[in-house]
């Protein structure tokens, strides 16, 4: 049976940062600060899914000083780099944040794609996004060039991406601040693995990283094994996980049976304030739930940066020992967790997230997106 406490690891991290207090902010005990606790976002992003929750609470965050958000990478998972990168840029064009500079990363596994006939004999599963990842580099499209692939509602950004690499932007951020930058990775790890072979003490230079991934005891969303953002570059989860981190947390799979997002949810959001982020939630996703008012949409990366700066949230946690096959079987991609201390060596010990107060949780979202920071 879990325990429902908040991890020491976890908290002996973060406790001793002082609280941030904004009016109607005030009643949440936030434990970052922008001058310790530096973010990178690493993102399969797409529009108004849940990875856009997650970045504009980033962004909101980073204005309110609760963190210091120092840059936005795309990854692959559940979209191919391109369009990943557009949705980016378009959106924080939206919100008029497009000071937060953006690195474009990589969608190709570390090791590949995996072959179709692998994928065949193994009984494993195409991840959705593939197949539009080969048609998109067949054309020799460009983030800022998506031709036929641009999205007919957001069309073609007016912003930039910067001229590094995601890994390379990683590992130059984590040099210039030691100690201090936490890698928020929710999409496929290829970028963080790159930036550990490219610098072997990159992880241990860091604050941490916290992770949308995994599945430990419910059944994966894309074989009945594995989580798909890990399933996607399993191998890079498995350099990640055995990299020499200060502090590993998983929000894995297993959250999206407890947290969806409702129209109540949603309304909320739209009548808290009249900010470009109350506007971006009013204009492209409450018309779905208008439309459905019984819609119930499942929730994995809008929980993981409330998580980080918010802990006492966290209402289901434990610590256990986690490793991922890697090998091309059925269970590829498989997380495997012991017992904190009984796993093999290649495991990591990692604190897991499984469930969080929703209604509070969502409440401090809406509050948060309608905060305006002093002129």
Not at 27 to 46: H, L, P, R, S
Not at 270 to 299: C, H, M
Not at 308 to 319: E, N
Not at 332 to 340: A, D, L, M, N
Request: aromatic letters at 12%; a negative charge; charged letters at 20%.
């Amino acid at each position: 049976m879990k325990k429902r406490f908040i991890a020491l690891a976890l908290t002996a991290a973060m406790l001793a940062a002082p609280t941030s207090v904004f009016a109607a902010l005030e009643d949440y005990n936030v434990v970052t600060n922008a001058e310790d606790n530096k973010v990178i976002f690493d993102t399969d992003m797409g529009y108004l899914g849940d990875d856009s929750y997650a970045l504009y609470m980033l962004l909101q965050a980073d204005a309110a000083g609760w963190i210091d958000l120092l840059g936005v990478t795309s990854t692959g998972a559940n979209v191919n780099i391109f369009e990943g990168t557009t949705a980016i840029l378009n959106q924080l064009e939206y919100v008029g944040r497009g000071d937060v500079p953006v690195y474009m990363g990589t969608d190709i596994p570390i090791m590949g794609l995996m072959k179709e006939e692998t994928l065949e004999g193994n009984g494993l599963n195409k991840v959705w996004s593939v197949d539009r990842l080969y048609e998109v580099y067949e054309a020799g499209v460009t983030y800022d060039n998506l031709g036929e692939f641009a999205d007919e509602t957001w069309g073609q950004s007016s912003l930039k991406i910067q001229d590094e690499a995601a890994y390379e932007f990683m590992v130059d951020a984590v040099n210039e601040n030691p100690g201090k930058v936490t890698i928020i990775a929710v999409g496929a790890c290829t970028n963080v693995a790159l930036a550990i072979k490219a610098d072997p003490d990159f992880a241990s230079k860091t604050a941490g990283i916290y992770y949308m991934g995994g599945a430990i005891d419910v059944p994966g969303n894309i074989t009945h094994c594995a989580e798909v953002n890990w399933y996607y570059d399993a191998e890079s989860v498995d350099i990640c996980l055995n990299a020499d981190w200060p502090l590993q947390v998983v929000v894995p799979n297993d959250i999206s049976y407890y947290q969806r997002l409702t129209k109540d949810k949603v309304e909320n959001i739209v009548n808290g304030g009249d900010t470009p982020f109350n506007k971006i939630i009013e204009e492209f996703a409450y018309p779905s739930f208008v439309e459905n008012p019984d819609r119930s949409q499942k929730l994995w990366d809008a929980q993981v940066p409330g998580i980080f700066f918010c802990p006492d949230l966290i209402t289901v946690t434990d610590v256990r020992d986690v490793a991922i096959e890697t090998s091309h079987c059925y269970a590829y991609g498989e997380s495997v967790t012991w017992k904190e201390g009984k796993g093999p060596d290649n495991s990591a010990t990692c604190t897991i997230v499984y469930d969080l107060d929703g209604e509070k949780y969502w409440q401090m979202v809406a509050d948060l997106y309608s905060y305006v920071p002093a002129e």
